[in-house]
């Protein structure tokens, strides 16, 4: 049985999908009401993430703990963290990504958002491991 509420399966390459604007993604997605915008910002744009993330070599586990500090602070004292994830850059990557979800609201379900957004990102990675062994 098909639903309507389910899209079609992206047909974008890896390269592409890591070639989206995530910040863009962010800064729309995170306040946006359940529609297009949130579905690229976790449809497309988590598996672009998680994408650039992977060929960085970083561990889901270190994403999923950055998803609980933003879920227990809010996403801009995570922001502010001098370093967010181990290696530097991915560090500087996800800053940047938080410094945008930071830009657009300073609300307990914004950073709900931005958290869940971050594991779902973390739970793609793993699955992507998973997958290649």
Same mark, same amino acid.
């Given at each position: 049985? &098909? !639903?309507?509420?389910?899209s &079609?399966?992206?047909? !974008?390459?890896?390269?592409?999908?890591?070639?989206?604007?995530? /910040?863009?993604? #962010?800064?729309?997605?995170?306040?946006?009401a359940?529609?297009?915008?949130? /579905?690229?910002?976790?449809?497309?744009?988590? +598996?672009g993430?998680a +994408?650039? #993330?992977?060929?960085?070599?970083? &561990?889901?586990?270190? $994403?999923?703990?950055? %998803?609980?500090?933003?879920?227990?602070?809010?996403?801009?004292?995570?922001?502010?963290?001098? &370093?967010p #994830?181990?290696?530097?850059? *991915? *560090? %500087?990557?996800?800053?940047?990504?938080?410094? %945008? =979800?930071?830009s $657009?609201?300073?609300?307990p =379900?914004?950073?709900d958002?931005?958290?869940?957004?971050l !594991?779902?990102? =973390?739970?793609?990675?793993? +699955?992507?491991?998973?997958?290649?062994?």
């Amino acid at each position: 049985m &098909e !639903h309507p509420e389910q899209s &079609e399966p992206s047909a !974008h390459t890896e390269d592409e999908l890591a070639g989206l604007d995530i /910040t863009a993604l #962010l800064r729309y997605g995170l306040t946006a009401a359940p529609g297009p915008l949130r /579905t690229s910002l976790f449809g497309d744009g988590a +598996v672009g993430a998680a +994408v650039l #993330l992977d060929r960085l070599d970083t &561990e889901p586990r270190s $994403v999923a703990y950055l %998803a609980e500090v933003v879920r227990a602070g809010g996403v801009r004292p995570a922001a502010d963290l001098p &370093e967010p #994830l181990p290696r530097p850059e *991915a *560090a %500087a990557l996800v800053r940047d990504w938080l410094e %945008a =979800a930071a830009s $657009v609201s300073q609300e307990p =379900a914004t950073d709900d958002t931005a958290a869940r957004w971050l !594991h779902a990102v =973390a739970t793609i990675i793993e +699955v992507r491991r998973r997958t290649r062994r």
